[in-house]
Structures are given as C-alpha cells and as structure tokens.
C-alpha cells in the first residue's frame, strides 16, 4: 500500500517537474521586441532629426515622401501618386530609401 | 515575436499608430520599400495606394470598391506578405523584421495616398494595445 503510494506521489512530482520546466523553456523561447523608443521619443539625441522635424515645410503635406538616411537623414523626393515617388526617389537615393505620407497640418482625420 | 513598446509616430504635429511595413508578393520576387503605415481599427481591411500594386509585380485584377469617407474608390485586392519592421531611434525603418504575415489580402485602392492596416488580415492576428499616455502600442500574436 505504502510503495503504490509512494509511486503515485512520485508520478505526481514527475510530472509537476515536467510541466514546470516546459513552461520555462516556453517563456524562454517566447521571443519580445520591447522598444523603449516610446519613453525617449522626446528626447532624440542632438544629430538625430525626429521624422517630424524633417517636414516642417507645408509643400510636403499631403505628399507621399521618399526619405533617405544615408549619409544623413533628408528628403530624396515628394510627389502625390507612389509610381512618380518611386521613379524620382530611385534617380535621387543613393541606396535604400523609406515612403510615407505626410498628413495635412490641422487637418482632422476622421474614418 | 511580441512588439512591445513600439512608439506613436508624430507627423505634423499630431502622434498617431504607425508601423514600418514592406509589401512583398507571395512569391517573394519583389518587394516595395520600407513604408510607414498607419494602424486603423476603424479599417475594415488593409488599404494601400493604387501603384504599389505595380511595385509588387501584380497586374490588375480582383475589382473591388471600398467606401472611405472621402467617397467611394476603385480597389484591386491581392494577397500579399506583410513584414513588421523596427523603428530606429530616430524614427526612421530599421532593417530587422520583427514580424511577418504570410498571406494578408491587401486593397489597392484608386487616388488613395495613404497606407491603412486595417482589421482583416492585418489587426486579426494580434491582441494590440494602445497607451495614448505613454504614447505606445503593443501587439500581442
């Protein structure tokens, strides 16, 4: 009696163990992107130009942007449909280049 | 992989929900640029202007219409793959892919210049959490 107790309290343990370090190595391999850009946001080192600071000019707004950050973050080109966008950043970017759309100032987007 | 913490972009002075995604075709041949988009829950589906459709290598087809608030558009759905990308500190793309999403029907919508992620294909997959205080958002696979 005493041994089958032994052996289901021992199945019991094994069994917690077993549990306990697949949940472990589970949260272990549950890989995190944690960007603590969100608290620094305001406070861009002095050489960095935050994206906003970069379209303080009104021709860019409601433009698609094409900007570039080599050698130093700039604006390679504007244009209002992506394929002249794409056509005037890829005679103007020396490398690699990133879109986007530059909001109207004061305007308020509802949908 | 979970994105925590991924900061609002602020854009002419308002701060709002953007990622830093690239559109490939299915059959990963082509790719666009690293393109800011904007995280819309009031999306029905992902929205993207009519000429990326052209980037990716895709010829018109699958004639849709979506209704915005500026009216009725032309559309043309395709499947595509969608890549989270990081932002560096500066607010710009970043070259590591934080997440991706195989098939992601994506509307490419006539006289549309803005890149929309909407609920289906794109808001489905995640629990996403936005803090307008500290000014971030998360998305939780």
């Given at each position: 009696m005493i041994e089958i107790l032994?052996?289901?309290?021992?199945?019991?343990?094994?069994?917690?163990?077993?549990?306990?370090?697949?949940?472990?190595?589970m949260r272990i391999s549950e890989r995190k992107y944690v960007?603590?850009?969100?608290k620094t946001d305001r406070a861009i080192p002095g050489n960095l130009k935050t994206l906003d600071e970069l379209?303080?000019?009104?021709?860019?707004?409601?433009?698609?942007?094409?900007?570039?950050?080599?050698?130093?973050?700039?604006?390679?080109?504007?244009?209002?449909?992506?394929?002249?966008?794409?056509?005037?950043?890829?005679?103007?970017?020396k490398n690699s280049f990133c879109v986007l759309f530059v909001p109207k100032k004061g305007m308020i987007y509802s949908r | 992989?979970?994105?925590?913490?991924?900061?609002?972009?602020?854009?002419?002075?308002?701060?709002?929900?953007?990622?830093?995604?690239?559109?490939?075709?299915?059959?990963?041949?082509?790719?666009?640029?690293?393109?800011?988009?904007?995280?819309?829950?009031?999306?029905?589906?992902?929205?993207?202007?009519?000429?990326?459709?052209?980037d990716l290598g895709y010829k018109l087809n699958y004639k849709a219409y979506i209704e915005s608030f500026t009216g009725t558009g032309e559309a043309y759905s395709r499947e595509v793959m969608i890549e989270i990308l990081e932002m560096l500190q500066d607010g710009s793309a970043g070259n590591r892919v934080l997440y991706q999403i195989s098939i992601v029907t994506v509307y490419f919508v006539k006289?549309?210049?803005?890149?929309?992620?909407?609920?289906?294909?794109?808001?489905?997959?995640?629990?996403?959490?936005?803090?307008?205080?500290?000014r971030s958002f998360s998305l939780v696979p």
């Open positions: 032994f052996i289901v309290l021992g199945s019991v343990v094994c069994l917690a163990g077993i549990l306990g370090g697949t949940s472990i190595i960007n603590n850009l969100a379209f303080v000019e009104d021709k860019y707004q409601d433009k698609l942007v094409a900007i570039s950050n080599e050698p130093e973050k700039r604006i390679v080109a504007s244009a209002d449909t992506y394929s002249e966008l794409l056509k005037e950043a890829r005679k103007a970017a | 992989m979970i994105i925590y913490n991924y900061p609002f972009t602020t854009l002419r002075g308002v701060a709002r929900p953007m990622l830093w995604v690239r559109l490939s075709s299915l059959d990963g041949k082509k790719s666009t640029e690293p393109i800011l988009a904007q995280i819309d829950t009031g999306a029905d589906a992902c929205i993207f202007p009519f000429d990326v459709l052209y006289e549309n210049k803005q890149f929309l992620l909407g609920a289906k294909g794109f808001l489905d997959n995640f629990v996403f959490t936005l803090d307008y205080k500290k």
